[in-house]
């Protein structure tokens, strides 16, 4: 597999008028563990989308708004797609169970989720082309 596209330290903010994917905010002690998790290049189906979302995300110090998808955060979706809804806890690799609903970052759902709030939209193209769309619904986090 080929390696993730390097990142560039704390990535510049959000989308332009020519990029329709929604802004998206990630604070700056995720950022520190997804960029060291990213540059260790694995087969996670992901983990490509999860480099691409944090070139692009808002880093902020502290925690990011509370309405923000974060790691460890209890997210409900609706997938568009598949017309379902979900509620999962977004998590680092090792922590990850289907079980217990906790996905891993370096899914697509869990790479495409990360930073966004609610109603916000998102949308990527899956490896065999096929393009996915989610819909945030809501965000819990602790403290």
Not at 44 to 60: D, H, I, K, S, T
Request: a positive charge; glycine letters at 6%; aromatic letters at 2%.
């Amino acid at each position: 597999m080929p390696a993730s596209p390097p990142l560039s330290p704390r990535a510049a903010p959000g989308a332009t008028k020519r990029d329709p994917r929604p802004p998206i905010t990630v604070c700056a002690a995720d950022y520190d563990a997804l960029a060291a998790l990213i540059a260790h290049p694995s087969a996670a189906p992901g983990q490509a989308l999860l480099a691409v979302e944090l070139e692009r995300a808002a880093v902020v110090e502290g925690r990011p708004a509370a309405d923000r998808v974060r790691l460890g955060s209890e997210v409900d979706y609706h997938d568009l797609d598949r017309d379902r809804v979900r509620t999962i806890r977004l998590a680092m690799p090792q922590e990850a169970s289907i079980d217990e609903r906790r996905v891993s970052v370096t899914a697509p759902i869990g790479a495409a989720l990360l930073g966004l709030k609610p109603r916000q939209r998102f949308s990527w193209t899956e490896a065999g082309g096929r393009t996915r769309t989610i819909l945030v619904l809501a965000v819990r986090n602790d403290g």
